[in-house]
C-alpha cells in the first residue's frame, strides 16, 4: 500500500539553525500539507500547497518557514531560523483531490531545537 | 469558525471491554468527519471517515463511529478493547467549502489493562 514517507525522523538543531525537513508524498497525489505537534498539543494545520504553489496557510506559517516542491517527488518544509518553540513533530500528509479525499499522513519528523 | 472538542483527556479501560471516545464539534454545515489513531512514536493512521450517507460509519480495526447530526457529535466505539488499541485518537474536522485543512481535537488517550 502507497505511504506517504518522512525523513528525518529525528532532528536535532541549534536556535537559528536552518532545517529542511523532507517529505514524499504518494506518488499520484497532488495536495500536499504540512502539520505540526508540539509535545502534548493537538495536531495545527500549518500549509497546503498545490500546483506549485500555497493555496493557504495558518497564522503559524510566518516568513520563517517556506515549502516547495522541488522536484516530482520531495515535498519540503524549510524554517528559516528556528526558535525554540519551533520545536515539535512535523507530519506531512497527501490527498488526491483536495477537500474531498482523505489525508494520508507521514510518520512525522521530530524536531528538537536546543 | 471550525472547531473540536474531545472532552475525555484520558480513558481508561480493561482488555475486552467497550469504548467510546466523545467527539463534537462545531461547523455551519455538515463536515467531513475523521477518526485518526496514533501509537506511541507513530504517524497518524486514518480509522475511519464520514463524508455524507449512512451516519453509522465501519473503519479499521473493528472501530466505527456514528454522525449525529443533532448532537454535532462523531463518537468513535469499538465492541471490545484489545490492549493493542492503546494509543492516542484524534477526532478531526474537514470543511466541504474553501478550505481543505483539517482541525484536529486535542486527542483522548486511550490506557488499556489487561
Known amino acids: 500500500e502507497p505511504e506517504v514517507t518522512q525523513t528525518p525522523s529525528h532532528q536535532v538543531t541549534q536556535m537559528g539553525q536552518e532545517v529542511i525537513l523532507r517529505c514524499v508524498p504518494i506518488?499520484?497525489?497532488?495536495?500536499f500539507y504540512w502539520y505540526r505537534q508540539i509535545l502534548g498539543q493537538k495536531v495545527e494545520f500549518l500549509v497546503s500547497?498545490?500546483?506549485?504553489?500555497?493555496?493557504?496557510k495558518s497564522e503559524i506559517f510566518d516568513d520563517q518557514f517556506s515549502v516547495e516542491r522541488p522536484d516530482g517527488s520531495n515535498f519540503t518544509l524549510k524554517i528559516r531560523s528556528t526558535k525554540l518553540e519551533d520545536s515539535a513533530m512535523y507530519f506531512c500528509?497527501?490527498?488526491?483531490?483536495?477537500?474531498?479525499?482523505?489525508?494520508?499522513f507521514g510518520p512525522g519528523t521530530r524536531l528538537l531545537v536546543l | 469558525a471550525q472547531s473540536v472538542t474531545q472532552p475525555d483527556i484520558h480513558i481508561t479501560v480493561s482488555e475486552g471491554a467497550s469504548l467510546e471516545l466523545r467527539c463534537n464539534y462545531s461547523?455551519?454545515?455538515?463536515?467531513?468527519l475523521f477518526w485518526y489513531v496514533q501509537s506511541p512514536g507513530q504517524g497518524l493512521q486514518l480509522l475511519l471517515k464520514?463524508?455524507?450517507?449512512?451516519?453509522l460509519v465501519q473503519g479499521i480495526k473493528g472501530f466505527e463511529a456514528e454522525f449525529k447530526r443533532s448532537q454535532s457529535s462523531f463518537n468513535l466505539r469499538k465492541p471490545s478493547v484489545h490492549w493493542s488499541d492503546a494509543a492516542e485518537y484524534f477526532c478531526?474536522?474537514?470543511?466541504?467549502?474553501?478550505?481543505?485543512?483539517?482541525?484536529f481535537g486535542t486527542g483522548t488517550r486511550l490506557q488499556v489493562f489487561p
Open positions: 464520514y463524508f455524507s450517507g449512512d451516519t
Open positions: 478531526a474536522v474537514g470543511a466541504k467549502v474553501n478550505t481543505d485543512k483539517l482541525i
Open positions: 500528509a497527501s490527498t488526491l483531490g483536495g477537500y474531498q479525499e482523505t489525508q494520508y
Open positions: 500547497f498545490y500546483n506549485n504553489e500555497i493555496s493557504e
Open positions: 461547523y455551519g454545515a455538515t463536515p467531513y
Open positions: 506518488s499520484n497525489h497532488l495536495y
